[in-house]
Nanobody, 118 residues
C-alpha cells in the first residue's frame, strides 16, 4: 500500500498562481494530478513517468500548468499559472505502477481545494 498526500491548495485571484506538492510513501512508476471540477467528472490534469520524466497534460491547461518531480523523494509538483475561474475544484494527487503516464493510477490522496476568484 502506498500512501499519497498532497498540499498547497488555496484561494487565489484569477491570473494568479499556486503550486501544489505531493509525496508518495512507496515505490511508484507514475505520479499525476487529477481534478474534480463542480459539475464535471474527475479529470486527468497532468502526469509524469519516472522512466523518462516525460510529462503529459490535459489540453486546456497546456502552457499554464507545469508538472515536475523529484524521483529520489517520490514527489511531484504542479505549478499553476494564470489561473482561471474554471480551474476551481478539488485537486487530487495519484500514483501508480503502470507503464504509461496515463495510468491506471492505484493510490490517491485526499485532495486539496483550489478556488480561483474572478
Amino acid at each position: 500500500q502506498v500512501h499519497v498526500a498532497e498540499s498547497g491548495g488555496g484561494l487565489v485571484q484569477a491570473g494568479g498562481s499556486l503550486r501544489l506538492s505531493c509525496v508518495a510513501s512507496g515505490g511508484t512508476t507514475i505520479m499525476g494530478w487529477f481534478r474534480q471540477v463542480p459539475g464535471k467528472e474527475n479529470e486527468f490534469v497532468a502526469g509524469l513517468a519516472w522512466s523518462d520524466l516525460s510529462p503529459a497534460y490535459k489540453d486546456s491547461i497546456k502552457g499554464r500548468f507545469t508538472i515536475s518531480g523529484d524521483i529520489d523523494k517520490n514527489m511531484v509538483y504542479l505549478q499553476m499559472n494564470n489561473l482561471k475561474s474554471e480551474d476551481t475544484g478539488v485537486y487530487y494527487c495519484a500514483a501508480g505502477r503502470a507503464i504509461t503516464v496515463r495510468g491506471p493510477y492505484d493510490w490517491w490522496g485526499q485532495g486539496t481545494q483550489v478556488t480561483v476568484s474572478s
